[in-house]
């Protein structure tokens, strides 16, 4: 005799109707993810890039034993602060100083020291959006005419001349834009500056976190980002201003463990600068690490001799090289 089967044992419909609402929450959990993903994070990461968290000065020019005037100019989409510090016994000319993005103006006190103790008289300058300066941040697009106004303002202030532009990363980017091309301005130090936004891998630190997602997330934000500012991101093109350069002598500065933008980034602004140009990448260095590098200070002030004296950059690349000989 064949053994019957078993029957099959069927699923009751409340059992049903319990696997289709799981099933139904899975999706509707999903959707929420790719919601988020493609929407709200990117979103708040371009939000979060456009409205750094305001930070006001820590430190004064009195507390580094400095002379200073308050500086404020009506420049064209903001009110910018600063101070002007002058060098107790002048042989140099004026050194405006930007900071970059999410900083403010009292980062760079000890390099002002330097430059005192040199002689050069310098500007910081709190960018708009930043420190007690009115305005957004527009990611060196507006911040570029607005430093040429404070150039302006300087000249018209008779600062003593040459006229250099000193800059870091949003305030490099800002100075190699409102630098070329400008006839009071007699050399450019642009320090971890961008060559183009959507070519950068930084962002916030999530976004950088992404890890092969980085890409299309970052396009998204670029994407968010220029629809809540109303400005063309890919507009940023140093590498093209740089090209217009001239005689402009120009040192670029650049940590090789820059993770947020990489050092290729100044080296394509060295190639495609037209004047006389120094690149000196830092070994071991990230980003926003290179003030504190062996040698800096020299390097930054052997610049502004050789633009004073109209020297070539050799003196410039010699203390490059003693620098790197010291690490």
Same mark, same amino acid.
Request: proline share 7%; charged share 20%.
């Given at each position: 005799? /064949?053994?019957? +089967?078993?029957?099959?044992?069927?699923?009751?419909?409340?059992? @049903?109707?319990?696997?289709?609402?799981?099933?139904?929450? #899975?999706?509707?959990? #999903?959707?929420?993810?790719?919601?988020?993903?493609? =929407?709200?994070?990117?979103?708040?990461?371009?939000?979060?890039?456009?409205?750094?968290?305001?930070?006001?000065?820590?430190?004064?020019?009195?507390?580094?034993?400095?002379?200073?005037? *308050?500086? !404020?100019?009506?420049?064209? &989409?903001?009110?910018?602060?600063?101070?002007?510090? =002058?060098?107790?016994?002048?042989? $140099?000319? /004026?050194?405006?100083?930007?900071? $970059?993005?999410? &900083?403010?103006?009292? /980062?760079?006190?000890?390099?002002?020291?330097?430059?005192?103790?040199?002689?050069? &008289?310098?500007v910081l300058i709190d960018l708009p959006g930043h420190g007690d300066s009115t305005g957004r941040v527009s990611m060196g697009?507006?911040?570029?005419?607005?430093?040429?106004?404070?150039?302006?303002? =300087?000249?018209? $202030?008779?600062?003593?001349?040459?006229? =250099?532009?000193?800059?870091?990363?949003?305030?490099? !980017?800002?100075?190699?834009?409102?630098?070329? $091309?400008?006839?009071?301005?007699?050399?450019?130090?642009?320090?971890?500056?961008?060559?183009?936004?959507?070519?950068?891998?930084?962002?916030?630190?999530l976004l950088r976190a992404a890890g092969p997602l980085h890409d299309p997330l970052f396009r998204l934000v670029m994407w968010?980002? +220029?629809?809540?500012?109303?400005?063309p991101f890919d507009a940023i093109r140093n590498d093209e201003w740089a090209a217009n350069s001239r005689g402009v002598p120009?040192?670029?500065?650049?940590?090789?463990? *820059?993770?947020?933008?990489?050092?290729?980034?100044?080296?394509?602004?060295?190639?495609?600068?037209?004047?006389?140009?120094? #690149?000196?990448?830092?070994?071991?260095?990230?980003?926003?690490?290179?003030?504190?590098?062996?040698?800096? +200070?020299?390097?930054?002030?052997?610049?502004?001799?050789? !633009? #004073? @004296?109209?020297? *070539?950059?050799?003196?410039?690349?010699?203390?490059?090289?003693?620098?790197?000989?010291?690490?």
């Amino acid at each position: 005799m /064949t053994p019957k +089967e078993a029957p099959t044992p069927e699923v009751s419909a409340p059992r @049903k109707r319990s696997r289709r609402k799981r099933i139904v929450r #899975l999706l509707l959990y #999903l959707l929420v993810l790719v919601f988020l993903g493609l =929407v709200i994070f990117p979103a708040a990461m371009a939000w979060s890039m456009l409205h750094p968290p305001r930070r006001h000065f820590k430190a004064t020019p009195a507390d580094f034993g400095l002379i200073s005037h *308050d500086l !404020v100019v009506d420049a064209q &989409d903001a009110v910018i602060h600063g101070w002007w510090i =002058v060098a107790p016994k002048p042989t $140099g000319g /004026t050194v405006i100083v930007c900071h $970059g993005i999410g &900083d403010e103006r009292s /980062t760079f006190l000890p390099e002002a020291d330097e430059f005192a103790r040199a002689g050069w &008289d310098s500007v910081l300058i709190d960018l708009p959006g930043h420190g007690d300066s009115t305005g957004r941040v527009s990611m060196g697009l507006n911040e570029s005419y607005d430093l040429a106004v404070v150039i302006q303002a =300087v000249v018209d $202030g008779h600062a003593r001349t040459p006229i =250099v532009l000193y800059g870091f990363s949003l305030g490099a !980017v800002a100075a190699l834009r409102a630098g070329v $091309g400008n006839p009071h301005v007699a050399g450019i130090l642009a320090d971890s500056a961008f060559c183009r936004l959507d070519a950068t891998l930084g962002g916030p630190a999530l976004l950088r976190a992404a890890g092969p997602l980085h890409d299309p997330l970052f396009r998204l934000v670029m994407w968010y980002g +220029e629809r809540l500012s109303g400005l063309p991101f890919d507009a940023i093109r140093n590498d093209e201003w740089a090209a217009n350069s001239r005689g402009v002598p120009l040192l670029l500065i650049h940590g090789a463990a *820059d993770r947020v933008t990489p050092p290729s980034h100044s080296e394509r602004i060295r190639a495609a600068a037209s004047g006389p140009v120094v #690149l000196w990448i830092i070994p071991g260095v990230g980003h926003a690490e290179t003030f504190g590098a062996q040698g800096y +200070e020299t390097v930054l002030v052997r610049f502004l001799d050789a !633009v #004073l @004296k109209h020297r *070539d950059l050799d003196e410039v690349k010699r203390a490059i090289a003693d620098a790197s000989h010291r690490d």
